[in-house]
């Protein structure tokens, strides 16, 4: 063990320790700090190996310090054979790093079997330059509902709640040190991606690009190249096990459209989707959906409305509950007019339990079946609600919703869809193992 002094002492470590433990010697860092001479914060390096092991990091962390070493300590952590040696580099306090170093993904490469890929000879779109937008891809064949477009894992990606304890420089230091570590081709596809509010380049390319994934703010350099549609054809999501983010095709797109996903929830009214696309991303939305004239506006924010309310009523289930499967069959009607293509997995699960609460077993699993073929693309295979609806469709008698309308309430838990979007809010990143 040995003291947490100077970032010299680094380079003291042993080369010959096994690779996974190795850490570069961390000259760059301490050449880094001393360049950045208008700091003077507190700052020292993690030299103790024991403090670190068993993480995988490829250089030891630069971190810096609160009152004491631990909860207030954050630091950049990179690992360059993450994601098939593209690497990422995470700012993170301590804890944090070790349920993260010590997870699936970055200790084994068999999870990252299915990730940065499919490397394309000739990818199925094109990137272009798009007026007002930046760059876009355009789709240059035929895509179908459910078509893979690529699978890659983050390259930067910054915990929130520690970052918003620090000071702009202090957290420019860490962005600056975490992108300069990154391997040589990586960093340069970082700093291509579009920077739209100008300032800072690394930090002005994060808020620009990166997705929200419970407390982290992670940049996957190919999504972030998807501009918004508030009724996109594309969708991704985020799978823990492989660190990666999955984005598939959700309805037939032609040669020469623009690909897109959705940056806001489908949701929102006209009002709130304009207030947040301009507040958190800084462009006006031209969207079809938000540049239609005000009655078909008007008419999409009165389904949105009426969406919200029937869900409500779906989601009581007291003794005296209104709902009935005829609710539940408006409910996929609304969805339909509002060309909500894979959420549409929503109202299909509402109308699956409905028929599963009076027993209707054919009913059940038909859109038991539907919802999970949706819940593929839109929550990803593992989640937990996909694998709740897959189990209704094959055996609705075992699912604790079967028959619920005849058993005394209280006595069993049924999760709806509203559930699940408190649940994705409080979800960890990674689990810990
Ligand atoms: C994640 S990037 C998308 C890719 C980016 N256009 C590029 O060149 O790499 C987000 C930025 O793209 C632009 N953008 C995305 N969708 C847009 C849209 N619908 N209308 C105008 N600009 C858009 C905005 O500048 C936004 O800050």
């Not at 915990?159 to 918003?164: G, N, T």
């Not at 029937?310 to 060309?339: C, G, K, V």
């Amino acid at each position: 063990d040995s003291s947490d002094g100077k970032g010299s002492e680094a380079c003291l470590l042993p080369r010959n320790i096994p690779l996974a433990l190795q850490w570069a010697c961390d000259t760059d860092a301490e050449h880094f700090y001393r360049e950045a001479d208008n700091y003077d914060g507190p700052v020292r390096f993690l030299t103790s190996r024991s403090r670190i092991q068993p993480y995988s990091w490829t250089y030891q962390p630069f971190c810096l310090f609160g009152d004491s070493i631990g909860s207030s300590t954050i630091c950049v952590w990179t690992d360059h054979n993450f994601g098939g040696g593209r690497g990422i580099s995470i700012v993170a306090d301590v804890e944090d790093a070790k349920t993260i170093g010590t997870s699936g993904p970055f200790r084994n490469s068999d999870y990252l079997k299915e990730s940065n890929v499919p490397s394309y000879t000739y990818p199925p779109f094109e990137q272009r330059a798009l007026p007002g937008k930046g760059f876009g891809l355009i789709a240059n064949t035929t895509l179908h509902l459910g078509n893979r477009l690529f699978a890659h894992t983050p390259v930067f990606a910054v915990q929130d709640s520690r970052a918003a304890e620090l000071t702009e420089n202090d957290l420019e230091l860490l962005y600056e040190l975490g992108i300069k570590r990154l391997p040589e081709k990586t960093r340069k596809i970082y700093m291509d991606l579009h920077g739209h509010f100008g300032g800072h380049a690394i930090s002005d390319r994060l808020v620009t690009n990166a997705f929200d994934l419970n407390d982290y703010s992670a940049v996957f350099p190919e999504t972030s190249r998807l501009n918004h549609d508030c009724r996109p054809n594309a969708h991704y999501y985020f799978e823990k096990s492989t660190f990666t983010h999955y984005v598939h095709i959700i309805r037939t797109v032609l040669p020469g459209e623009e690909l897109t996903i959705s940056y806001i929830s489908p949701y929102l009214n006209h009002k709130q989707r304009e207030i947040r696309i301009k507040g958190q991303w800084g462009f006006k939305c031209d969207c079809k959906l938000c540049t239609s004239p005000p009655m078909f506006t008007k008419a999409s924010d009165e389904r949105l409305a009426l969406i919200f309310d029937l869900e409500e009523e779906l989601d009581d289930l007291s003794l005296n509950r209104t709902a009935s499967p005829d609710i539940a069959l408006q409910l996929i009607s609304l969805y339909e007019q509002e060309r909500f293509v894979t959420p549409a997995a929503e109202a299909y699960t509402y109308a699956a339990l409905e028929y599963s609460y009076i027993g209707n077993k054919p009913m059940a699993q038909k859109y038991a079946a539907k919802a999970h073929e949706l819940n593929l693309i839109w929550r990803g295979p593992t989640n937990k609600y996909s694998r709740g609806m897959r189990n209704l469709m094959l055996e609705p008698e075992n699912h604790p919703s079967w028959l619920y309308s005849e058993k005394p309430r209280g006595d069993i838990t049924i999760h709806t869809p509203n559930d699940e979007k408190e649940d994705e809010k409080n979800e960890p990143m990674v689990d810990a193992e």
